[in-house]
């Protein structure tokens, strides 16, 4: 089951918080970094965080940097992205990604919503 499934979006207000899972229920990923993207109507992709295989290593993009933080649980293979302090400009899709070699995978993503 080659799968990444996002979870955890929803509706808050400016200034709140929300935690998104990506979980890799195959358990096919467990090794891989893992990625966080975001896409707002009318905007093309964005990067927002990574997260190296095992935690040990992350990245977040200028844009979150400070706000959002990621961590990952081996033991549930899953990923988490941690959002606070969230503004207008995060609402989006955000999806889960693994870039391998010659494929790229992503889950079907989850809507958060910033009211203002």
């Known amino acids: 089951q080659v799968q990444l499934v996002e979870s955890g979006g929803g509706l808050v207000q400016t200034g709140g918080s929300l935690r998104l899972s990506c979980a890799d229920p195959?358990?096919?990923?467990?090794?891989?970094?893992r990625n966080w993207y975001r896409q707002a109507p009318g905007k093309e992709c964005e990067f927002v965080v990574s997260?190296?295989?095992?935690?040990?290593?992350?990245y977040l993009s200028d844009s979150v940097k400070g706000r959002f933080t990621v961590s990952r649980d081996i033991t549930k293979n899953a990923v988490y992205l941690q959002m606070n302090s969230q503004k207008p400009e995060d609402a989006a899709i955000y999806y889960c990604?693994?870039?391998?070699?010659?494929?790229?995978?992503w889950g079907q993503g989850t809507q958060v919503t910033v009211s203002s």
């Open positions: 990604n693994v870039k391998l070699e010659r494929e790229s995978y």
């Open positions: 195959g358990r096919t990923f467990s090794g891989y970094q």
């Open positions: 997260i190296n295989w095992d935690g040990s290593y992350t």
